[in-house]
């Protein structure tokens, strides 16, 4: 169908514009959570690091390489923790990951992840699901970590 396909050019052009932007690229330090992940199957990687303020993130960046996917969904996450606590950013990415795999639909994404509708054509495929997971999977890792009261977590790896 037209229409279908124009609708995803405009989605690809969201992500493309967030992959090319470099919004939250780089690294903090010192950071309260840092924590690595990695996607062999697409050859994606990245560095997450955040810093806490009163409970509450107060600044995210991550740095590394991978799929345009991969990226921008990173991008797109690291924009909807600013000013989040440890367990509002773990209810969304439990939220977006229900999406991504099929668990829920994209249209009940809450406010805060809006952007991230731009990934709904990527849920159809399993591969690339895990490039968008990623950086999510990643922040979990992390959270978990802070919860342990430490700081680096090890590295989270996607497998089949
Ligand atoms: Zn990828």
């Not at 990245?46 to 993130?57: E, Y």
């Not at 590394?64 to 509002?88: F, N, P, Y």
């Not at 999406?99 to 509708?117: H, N």
Request: aromatic share 6%; glycine share 8%; charged share 25%.
């Amino acid at each position: 169908m037209e229409g279908d396909s124009e609708l995803q050019d405009l989605y690809r052009d969201v992500l493309l514009d967030y992959f090319r932007s470099g919004a939250h690229k780089g690294k903090l330090d010192p950071a309260d959570i840092v924590s690595e992940g990695v996607n062999p199957l697409c050859g994606d990687s990245l560095l997450f690091t955040a810093t806490l303020k009163d409970g509450r993130i107060s600044d995210v960046k991550f740095s590394g390489h991978g799929c345009v996917i991969s990226q921008s969904s990173a991008a797109m996450m690291a924009e909807s923790l600013v000013g989040k606590t440890a367990a509002e950013a773990e209810k969304l990415t439990t939220i977006f990951k229900a999406a991504m795999t099929g668990k829920a639909p994209f249209a009940q994404l809450p406010e805060e992840l809006e952007e991230l509708k731009a990934l709904e054509g990527v849920s159809k495929y399993p591969v690339r699901i895990k490039c968008a997971l990623l950086s999510w999977n990643t922040l979990l890792e992390g959270l978990k970590t802070l919860a342990q009261g430490k700081k680096e977590s090890a590295q989270y790896q996607e497998t089949e």
